[in-house]
């Protein structure tokens, strides 16, 4: 399920990345790699608030629906 439908405050592993190319390297800069535990921390209007790698990171509802838990 893509990561827009988690909970907020559940932990979380990331199964794939979908998108073009780019829009994957960009989220794996971020620290989204498959296997990699993600916590959804909020969601407001058109962004998400994500806890990544000890960080918290803001990326539209749009980016958030191309990872999957």
């Given at each position: 399920?893509?990561?827009?439908?988690?909970?907020?405050?559940?932990?979380?592993?990331?199964?794939?990345?979908?998108?073009?190319?780019?829009?994957?390297?960009?989220?794996?800069?971020?620290?989204?790699?498959?296997?990699?535990?993600?916590?959804?921390?909020?969601?407001?209007?058109?962004?998400?608030?994500v806890?990544?790698?000890?960080?918290?990171?803001?990326i539209?509802?749009?980016?958030?629906?191309?990872i999957?838990?």
């Open positions: 399920m893509p990561l827009t439908l988690a909970q907020a405050g559940q932990i979380n592993t990331v199964k794939r990345i979908g998108g073009k190319e780019e829009v994957r390297r960009f989220l794996n800069s971020l620290g989204f790699i498959e296997g990699s535990e993600v916590m959804l921390v909020s969601q407001n209007q058109g962004n998400v608030i806890k990544v790698k000890e960080s918290r990171v803001a539209s509802k749009e980016m958030a629906r191309k999957m838990i």
